[in-house]
């Protein structure tokens, strides 16, 4: 049984920091392509950040050169470190694992990934 579980969700101040963090299991971690998405009240879930097992990334422009992913195989974790966080940030982070394979190819959408974590919520607010 696939397992995804969120944490590190928080209120942070306009241009502070917040670490997020997914714990995977019940599936071949280090073979599987992990995401981060949002969604914000009234709003779409988006595609934020993507990471394939060989580590290559893929971002959101409106993320870029502000948050980072990372994952750790051994550990079947996924991190993202999100800086610079702006009120349009705010939104419930999920983790998301594309368990069919490699991401190469595939767009940062919904529809490409099979499963999901609960959620955790992000606001960024003064």
């Known amino acids: 049984q696939v397992r995804l579980v969120e944490s590190g969700g928080g209120s942070v101040q306009p241009g502070g920091s917040l670490r997020l963090s997914c714990a995977g299991s019940?599936?071949?971690?280090?073979?599987?392509?992990m995401g981060w998405f949002r969604q914000a009240p009234g709003k779409e879930r988006e595609g934020v950040a993507r990471?394939?097992?060989?580590?290559?990334?893929s971002y959101a422009d409106s993320v870029q050169g502000r948050f980072t992913i990372s994952r750790d195989n051994a550990k079947s974790t996924l991190d993202l470190e999100m800086n610079s966080l702006k009120p349009e940030d705010t939104a419930i982070y999920f983790c998301?694992?594309?368990?069919?394979?490699?991401?190469?190819?595939?767009?940062?959408?919904?529809?490409?990934?099979?499963?999901w974590g609960q959620g955790t919520q992000v606001t960024v607010s003064s």
């Open positions: 998301a694992a594309r368990t069919r394979g490699s991401c190469r190819g595939y767009g940062l959408f919904r529809e490409n990934f099979d499963y």
């Open positions: 019940g599936y071949y971690y280090n073979l599987t392509c």
């Open positions: 990471i394939d097992p060989d580590g290559s990334t």
